[in-house]
């Protein structure tokens, strides 16, 4: 097993929900390889909250791996504030939508307002991400726009309808930029985990136990086989993070369990039930 280790010194990611979970480590793997990150998110250390970690104690690790860091406090429904990472760095050439509300709720039982903060973080925030950096990648000789969400496999999620009607909009929107962007050498690309990931909103929901989880660095991993391929010819494609594991060679993925075992495909299984594994 040989996984890709890219060299991403110069490049500057903007990342969107690094306080902690899959954003915060997918953060520091990219600043192990050198890149500056914008560290985005609504909790900040002035916050009186339980959670832990805040977009500046990301910053803060960041830098102890010698990278740059910018906090920015962010609300992905603030359109005006994602301008600012670009006016810090001059350049930003890798841009990741992770952050996202979740709720799985049937349609009958999910109110309006959770249904608009659905659609609003999910659908209209990477709209608004997209949108605000689509020129600026555009323009450089290399870049990536990465969504974290699925692959459109479906046209009905019964019990989860408003949910998987957000995450699925975050992949149509950043399927659709990869043909927008076309000829741009702009590898937009969806990556998703085959298994549950142990997250604060994992356990806040309730979504299986440890045995159904994997932790973050399952996802991380998988994102840095992206950054190791050449945008201009991966694009519009949706990932699957065993998928490109099992690709860099990868047979045993207990290293990435929580328990002994192999967890079940949960995640994948939100949207494709018929998901099954390579033999």
């Not at 916050?47 to 690790?61: K, P, V, Y």
């Not at 950043?174 to 043909?179: N, P, V």
Request: glycine content about 8%.
């Amino acid at each position: 097993m040989a996984l890709s280790d890219p060299d991403l010194s110069g490049s500057t990611a903007f990342i969107t929900g690094t306080t902690r979970g899959i954003g915060k480590r997918l953060a520091l793997a990219l600043a192990d390889r050198g890149c500056n990150v914008v560290s985005t998110g609504k909790t900040t250390d002035s916050d009186d909250s339980d959670l832990e970690g805040s977009i500046e104690q990301t910053a803060r690790e960041v830098r102890d791996r010698g990278a740059e860091a910018l906090a920015l406090e962010l609300d992905l429904r603030d359109e005006a504030r994602v301008e600012e990472a670009i006016d810090r760095f001059g350049e930003v050439d890798i841009v990741i939508n992770n952050a996202s509300a979740i709720q799985l709720a049937n349609i009958a039982d999910l109110p309006a307002d959770r249904f608009d903060l659905l659609t609003d973080v999910n659908v209209r925030g990477t709209h608004l991400v997209a949108h605000a950096f689509a020129d600026h990648l555009a323009g450089l000789d290399e870049a990536w726009l990465l969504s974290n969400s699925p692959p459109i496999v479906t046209d009905r999620s019964p019990g989860k309808a408003p949910y998987a009607w957000s995450k699925l909009g975050m992949s149509f929107v950043t399927l659709s930029l990869a043909e927008e962007l076309a000829g741009d050498d702009v590898g937009c690309n969806t990556f998703w985990p085959v298994t549950t990931i142990d997250t604060r909103a994992t356990r806040y929901f309730g979504l299986g136990t440890a045995d159904d989880w994997r932790t973050p660095e399952v996802v991380s991993d998988a994102v840095l086989e992206i950054l190791a391929r050449d945008p201009a010819e991966c694009t519009g494609n949706s990932f699957y993070d065993e998928e490109l594991l099992r690709e860099a060679g990868v047979t045993d993925f207990s290293a990435y369990n929580l328990t002994d075992g192999d967890p079940a495909p949960m995640s994948a299984r939100l949207f494709d039930p018929a998901f099954e594994r390579e033999a």
